[in-house]
């Protein structure tokens, strides 16, 4: 650490879920491997098949609840660093799992929303869904109404969640850290160029290189290589 930041923003992707079992969306046996986006992550593919789009994460929920998919040292590192850290900290994740929270982060944005969250597109309700398969005939818990059901996620051509928030905070931060995404997705994928505009040290932590113009990076499994990297800050950034 070049010098001592006042205010971090992460960004976190797939990468840093990979070793708690949850599958990347772009490698060999990823997510998008059985299914192509635009039929599964469009507003368009959910119109035109819903019950396909429904088992999609359906499939996913039932996955994330499985007993040996929990958070690993990457996501432990981040809840532990942001308790002690005295500055501004923000965690924005790509991410639609729920293993950041069940590490204890708690100043978390989901851009991309979350899969234990359905919204009803007739009502506008978003309710807790962590059990429930659902399908085009679930009825919403509020208004009693079915087929207004969908998962609380942004697809592609939908705008991502706390755009505002995050802008303000890219342009506030001295320093970026980008982790386990590969920079496919925008406007995600511009973050580190955003932070960089204002001032921001840029860092990439991710299994290989992405190709991004981050200032610095060290590459490997997320569950050593942030563990590493937060462990390296001098002791006086923390609170006592
Ligand atoms: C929008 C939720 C308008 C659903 C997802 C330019 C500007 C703006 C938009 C666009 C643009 N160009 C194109 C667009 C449109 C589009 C887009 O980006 N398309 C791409 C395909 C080109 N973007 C949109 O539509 C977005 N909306 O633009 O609205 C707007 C414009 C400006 C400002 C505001 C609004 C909405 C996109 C959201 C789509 N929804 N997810 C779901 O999850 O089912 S995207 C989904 O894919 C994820 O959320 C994530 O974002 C993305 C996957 O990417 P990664 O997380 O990076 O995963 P990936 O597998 O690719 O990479 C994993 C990485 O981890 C790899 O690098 C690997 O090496 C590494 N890794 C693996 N194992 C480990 C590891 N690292 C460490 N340790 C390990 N063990
Ligand atoms: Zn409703």
Redesign the pocket.
């Known amino acids: 650490m070049s010098s001592i930041p006042r205010s971090i923003v992460v960004l976190t992707?797939?990468?840093?879920s990979?070793?708690s079992g949850i599958p990347?969306?772009?490698?060999a046996d990823?997510?998008w491997e059985e299914h192509r986006?635009e039929d599964?992550?469009s507003p368009e593919g959910f119109a035109r098949n819903p019950a396909l789009v429904h088992d999609?994460?359906n499939e996913?929920r039932r996955r994330l609840r499985q007993s040996d998919v929990r958070p690993n040292k990457?996501h432990l590192a981040l809840a532990e660093f942001e308790r002690k850290f005295r500055g501004e900290f923000l965690l924005v994740t790509?991410?639609?799992d729920d293993l950041h929270e069940r590490a204890g982060s708690r100043k978390l944005l989901h851009m991309?929303?979350e899969?234990l969250k359905i919204r009803c597109e007739l009502c506008g309700a978003v309710v807790e869904n962590r059990e429930a398969d659902i399908s085009p005939a679930s009825i919403c818990p509020c208004c009693h109404c079915a087929g207004g059901l969908r998962?609380h996620?942004?697809?592609?051509?939908?705008?991502?969640f706390h755009?505002d928030e995050i802008l303000t905070a890219l342009a506030a931060c001295d320093l970026f850290v980008s982790?386990?995404?590969?920079?496919?997705?925008?406007?995600?994928?511009?973050f580190h160029r955003t932070a960089k505009a204002a001032g921001a040290e840029t860092v990439e932590?991710?299994?290989?290189q992405?190709g991004g113009n981050f200032d610095r990076g060290r590459y490997?499994?997320?569950?050593e290589?942030v563990p590493a990297f937060f462990a390296n800050f001098p002791e006086s950034i923390f609170t006592r």
Request: aromatic share 10%; charged share 10%.
């Open positions: 992707g797939a990468g840093v990979a070793e990347t969306f772009r490698a990823g997510l986006i599964v992550a999609f994460y996913r990457g790509q991410n639609i991309h929303g899969m998962p996620v942004v697809w592609f051509g939908e705008m991502p755009m982790i386990g995404t590969s920079g496919n997705v925008y406007p995600a994928a511009d932590l991710n299994l290989e992405t490997g499994p997320a569950s290589i």
